[in-house]
């Protein structure tokens, strides 16, 4: 191999990529601020870089060389130095092929993500439910971790993590803490069972790295109901989308149950999307729906109607909701994201509605001056 694998690590730390790419046929590539970038001075991988880059990564692990020739693909992690890296290796034209997530291990303070404090304050609460939503790479992990790392500061709970893998490792300070990881010769097999067994772990507070099915779903709203506080991932890109997602599990004779108890144990959803910067670097623009009784309500309706959540959401500041038009504008007006970048976000509708704040702020901005 014309490059090993140390040296590429060493250059994406270097670069403070996010992640690193190994195909067969291509440069290695490392992702910077949303960019695909080759390694300098480096040539196409061939097939035998792709294997000697599994050896590398799976270290002689049989259970997941097992696990890899089974299912065709991994999730691992891998320390090198100081950092963690994400790892998953799948399969293409029957060759393995790498994406490796670099992890820090020093975790960004809440304040800098730019994550509205609404949602911090929501983990005082003593049960229900909180979501972290949003697609790949808009740093539900990040958020997720900095408001364990917050709790851990600040309040005097049990904190259980269930993760897919560990990213970050945290050190118990006010709170314990116990993280999981899932997978096979790992601490839990499943979400659904990890959850269920939190049940009997005295926890005050249970994290859930990802919701993705019905058995999940329904052990994470057992736990709430039992006096816990739940906070999960979802992977969607809206707060109304995560509503629907989560309604869209069960069957349609389970759906009023379902709303019903959604209704009262949901207390905070959170949509994030990291977007470029002007100065390019990544903005986040959160969307914050804190579930009052308007929007228990249209939980509840027979048919839930996207635009009647968004509609709540925007006129429910008050509560500390934060509609995504109003998130776009701010950062808009305050110089932040590019006008083109915040239309891109909305649909041709809205359109109007985001130039109509955008005016408003200026003028609030503008008296205040």
Known sequence: MNMDMNRILDIAMEKDASDIHLVCGNRPLLRIIRELVPIEGSEPLVEDDMYEIYDFLVRGNLQLDELYNKTKKIDTSYQYKDIRLRVNIAMSDNIPTATLRLIKNELPSYESLGVPDIVRRMTYQPQGLMLVTGKTNSGKSTTLNALINHINETQNKKILTLENPIEYKHTSNKSLIVQRELGKGKDFLTFSDGVKNSLREDCDILVIGEIRDKETMEAAIETAESGHLVIGTLHTRSCAEAIDRMINFYEVR?????????????????????????????????????????????????????????DAIQSNAEKGSIGLINSLAELFVAGRISLDLAKAQIEEKNINVLNRTIMQLKIKRGQKA
Do not use: C, F
Request: net charge negative; proline share 4%; glycine share 6%.
């Open 254 to 310: 389970d759906q009023a149950s379902i709303k019903y108890l959604l209704s009262s144990l949901l207390k905070l959803v959170t949509a994030q999307r990291l977007l470029e910067g002007v100065d390019g670097k990544p903005v986040l623009v959160p969307e914050v729906m804190v579930v009052d009784n308007t929007i228990a309500g249209i939980i509840r309706k027979d048919k839930i109607s996207v635009s009647e959540i968004e």
